[in-house]
């Protein structure tokens, strides 16, 4: 997507800091609520737990691939050719 809209292609890495990032809150939040409702989980060596946080990182990294889309889709602008110049933009709705 960054290529299509003529970003770096290291915006790659905001995929990855959402992920990493969106689980640890998670983990928080869940490490929270366990403390405050005083639920006997044990939160060190439960597989389960981790399997619960994949679907709050890949969550958070669909809703950055939105708010991204969005956001470059606004900003981008389409590049006119040669051929375009001169003409007035109702010309250019009904060619397309």
């Known amino acids: 997507m960054a ?3 003529d970003k770096s292609k290291h915006c ?3 995929g990855i800091i959402t992920y990493i990032g969106s689980v640890i809150i998670a983990a928080f939040l869940l490490g929270f609520f366990v403390q ?3 639920l006997d989980i044990d939160l060190e ?3 389960a737990l981790s399997l619960m946080e994949i679907p ?5 990294c669909y809703l950055m691939y939105l708010v991204l889309e969005r956001k470059w ?3 981008f602008e389409k590049i006119e050719t ?3 110049i001169g003409k007035s933009s109702q010309e250019e709705d009904s060619i397309q």
């Open 3 to 5: 290529l299509q809209f």
């Open 12 to 14: 790659g890495w905001y």
């Open 36 to 38: 405050l409702f005083d």
């Open 45 to 47: 060596k439960n597989s």
């Open 56 to 60: 709050f990182g890949l969550l958070s």
């Open 73 to 75: 889709t606004s900003e």
């Open 82 to 84: 040669i051929d375009d």
